[in-house]
């Protein structure tokens, strides 16, 4: 490899750390407020004997799967269990919905069959705009089940369906390297003051 490469891809892995400070340092200003409201509502949903459920694609349903595992196994410190449940780790429930209906349906049919009101509906979407998404909060909110969406992009198409009560925690970004950054310390945020509230 020549000596121009090797600066050229240096100089562009020091401007992805830049992108990425930057677009955390806005998230920081914006969000920990919401932030905030996510983690008492979760707390509320969990004490009172409810759960979180997840949803999304791609990354997003990696975080969704994260973020459970972070509920039902522990954090940072050693707690009780909390009920969450990713909507996208069970195969044949994925795949039969999607051959014999529709993959738009995969996630809302498990809302409308797991969820009641009182539950959470943690949804992801980098560009606030996939279809199956969109169908899982439309069938929360039909449920009583309160809405948090993680999203970027001023929260897309999600952020027209939010409810009053929902929340939207949206990256303050276009690009989907960055929400995705910030999806995954905007999670560790809720797990921590989840935890926080409920040992300290």
């Known amino acids: 490899m020549d000596n121009n490469t090797l600066a050229r891809l240096q100089s562009r892995s020091t401007q992805h750390f830049l992108d990425s400070i930057k677009v955390q340092q806005d998230a920081a200003k914006e969000l920990p407020r919401t932030v905030a409201l996510a983690v008492l509502a979760m707390v509320d949903c969990l004490n009172s004997g409810g759960k979180i459920m997840a949803c999304g694609n791609g990354g997003s349903a990696a975080d969704a799967q994260h ?32 051959n014999d209906y529709s993959y738009d349906e995969v996630f809302s049919k498990q809302v409308r069959g797991l969820g ?12 606030g705009n996939s279809k199956n998404v969109i169908k899982a909060v439309e069938a929360a909110q039909a449920k009583g089940i309160k809405v948090i969406v993680l999203s970027g992009n001023g929260g897309g198409k999600l952020n027209n369906l939010l409810g009053t009560n929902d929340l939207l925690l949206a990256a303050p970004s276009s690009r989907t390297a960055r929400i995705q950054e910030t999806h995954l310390v905007l999670l560790h945020a809720l797990c921590d003051g989840v935890d926080h509230v409920l040992l300290d």
């Open 67 to 98: 973020f459970a595992a972070e509920l039902m196994g522990r954090f940072e410190r050693e707690r009780r269990e909390l009920a969450a449940v990713a909507l996208t780790t069970d195969t044949s429930i994925l795949t039969a919905v999607g």
């Open 116 to 127: 009641k009101s009182g539950d959470i509906l943690l949804a992801l979407s980098t560009s």
